[in-house]
């Protein structure tokens, strides 16, 4: 849930509302509400420690980002980009048929003027092209091999740097649990308080190891 200002958060105008859509929503749905979390931010901000903190606790239990207002989420490209690219599935309770799509157009809506301009920039090379400017690489398509490599290794960036973060939202149950017992010790435990393991069934000793060690390399 969030709302603009300062005011609003303390006399908790909008806030109401949102929150009984959010529970509507999901008692519809036959869904269990884990957390909830309140932001008093601009919805132009890229900073949106309460998002970050949704979206963390989202992977911990392998849970749906449940938003009370779809206009209220954002209206800045790299927020809607972070959400699609953190792997957490998306519900809006105003909203129900809205999805990644939802997000693609929204960011794409953000982004129409970045478009102009890139047409703009076209239209102009080719003006300079038709006056006998030479354009274009002269390395052939040498670069594009280069640039596939690059879309490889970013890949593979991609899913270690999410691996890295869910592993960083389970740290705090990690040591709750205590940190001294084994692996295995770990994984009855996480396996009684019903946490999903990363491939969604039961832990096991391996990959608590596994996610002890990507914490250790994130810090």
Known sequence: MRVSTARQGASGLGLEAQRAAVQAHAAAAGMVVVSEYVEVESGKRDDRPQLAAALAACRLHKATLLIAKLDRLSRSVRTLSAIMDSGVEFHCADNPHANRLTLHLMAAMAEYEREMISQRTKAALAAAK???????????????????????????????????????????????IGLDQSNAAIARQLNARGLPAPSGGVWRAGQVRRVRLRCTEAN
């Open 130 to 176: 038709a006056r006998g400017v030479k354009l274009g690489n002269p390395n052939g398509a040498a670069h594009l091999r280069d640039k596939c490599h690059e879309g490889v290794a970013a890949s593979a960036a991609a899913r270690k740097a999410r691996a890295v973060a869910d592993a960083e939202a389970l740290a705090p149950t990690l040591t709750d």
